[in-house]
Structures are given as C-alpha cells and as structure tokens.
C-alpha cells in the first residue's frame, strides 16, 4: 500500500512534473471522464459539474490523502480529495502519451496533457470536500513536521497496546503503514510487540529518529524511481526489513523473523530487537 513516501512523492511529481511527467498545477480540466463512477464517494455527476472548466492552484499531501485544490469556472475554491488505498497511482502524461490501463477517472487537461486515476484493485476514491479541516480532524500530527518532536511522539504514546497497533493508528502518527512502521522499528531497535507504555525515554527518542529517517530515505529515493514492491515484485527490495521475513539482517545477519501484530505481517530483527 503506498503510504506517507509514495503519496509525498506523487504530489512532487504532480506539482512539479517528476518523472518525465507533466505538472498538474496550473493547468485547466477541460473535460472529466469517470469510465468507472463507484470511485467517486459521494455524487459523480456533482464531482464532474464542479471540476469541469476548474484550474488546479496548489497539489499537497495530508497523511495518506492527496489533496487537489482548484478554482472553479465560478471562481469559487473547491478541493478534491484522492486515496490511493492499495494499488492506486495518479499520473498526468503529455499528449500523445499512451493511456494506462485500470483508469477510474480521467481529465483533459488544457495543453493537451490527460490527468490518470488508476487503480487495479478498484479500492482507491476521490471525493470533493467542502472542509479539509473537518475531514481531516481525527487525523494525528505529520511525523515531518517540525513541531513533531520527540516529546510530541512521547504524549501521543498512551495506553498497553503494542507499539505497532500504536503507530499504525492514524490518530497517533499520520501517514504510518505496515512497510515503514516495521521499518522505523527495526532502526530504533525495539520488538513491534512492545508495550506502548514500556518504552523507556531513549526508546522514544531512537523511535522519533527512525521514523523521520525511514520516512526521508524512502522520499529522497523515491524521486529518482517510484517502483513500490506490488508494482514490480522482481525489483530489489528497498527496504531493511519489511516483506523480507527470512533473509539476513542488513546490520546484524541474523535471519530476520515474521509474525503478525494488529492483524498485519510483521518482519522484525529478533536479535537486534529482542523482545521485552
């Protein structure tokens, strides 16, 4: 599933034109098709009405959410909000460019570009809000965001549940997934099945650090080729840990050990995250 990289990255390449693509912002929806309507939530005919004739004025990223805002034909502000869930991804290809398979809608774009909602596994929508803030609201603190201290994280951490179900808790951390929080856990080297409220002071201080740096490794890398493992399985893994349950250990060469916590598959370092 993409998480907080993968969808930091797309909206890099939406805003800029990353990859050999073209930039969405600034640009004019001319027309909006919906081949498939059911990823619309809500009204489809209202969501086309509204961002038909409407020009893109800013792309950004709220946890897992990519966030569209556009000005209307009736100058009105309105924001379009896209969730990859599984296996979505969001392309904008310069004219001529052939059309990806699996789209779920599509807009032509004002140079000519066509704008791709794609999604194999048809779990991905979009949807308009009329309050960001509200559909946001029971969403937790952006882990790379400046006022995300240490301290901030040690406040959020209540309660006896594993650490993992913790962090996978979006009204913990926002942006968090199964891929970087078994990667965060393996750099601050503590068992996903610890207790929440076990973790000592430096255990939250190491956790703080791994996350921010599994999570600015993986965007920096992401920008020179986004090929997330489901795409294409036959890639090297990027990862230290995650889907790679058996190989060694790339710190310590013990083999790495799988077992599930809150439902999810868990690779971990049983010797250089022994458990508590």
Known sequence: MPELPEVETICWRLREGGHGETALVGRTLLAVHLPDPAVVVGD????????????VTAVWRRAKWIVVEVVTVDEAAATLLIHLKMTGDVHVLPSGSEAPRFVRLKADLDDGSGLFFTDPRRFGHVELSANVDDAFKDLGPEPLDEAFTARALRARL???????ATLLDQATVAGLGNIYVDESLWLARIHPQTRTDALS??????????????????????KDELAWRYQNRGAP??????????????????????TTVAGRTTVFCPTCQPAV
């Open 44 to 55: 489809a005919r209202v969501l086309t009405d509204v961002l038909t004739g409407a020009t």
């Open 158 to 164: 209540r309660g006896r549940r594993p650490i993992k």
């Open 201 to 222: 002071d430096d255990d939250v201080v190491n956790l703080h650090r791994g996350i921010r740096h599994a999570l600015r490794a993986s965007i920096e890398a992401s």
């Open 237 to 258: 893994s990027p990862f230290q840990v995650y889907d790679r349950g058996g190989e060694p250990c790339l710190r310590c060469g013990a083999p790495l050990a799988t």
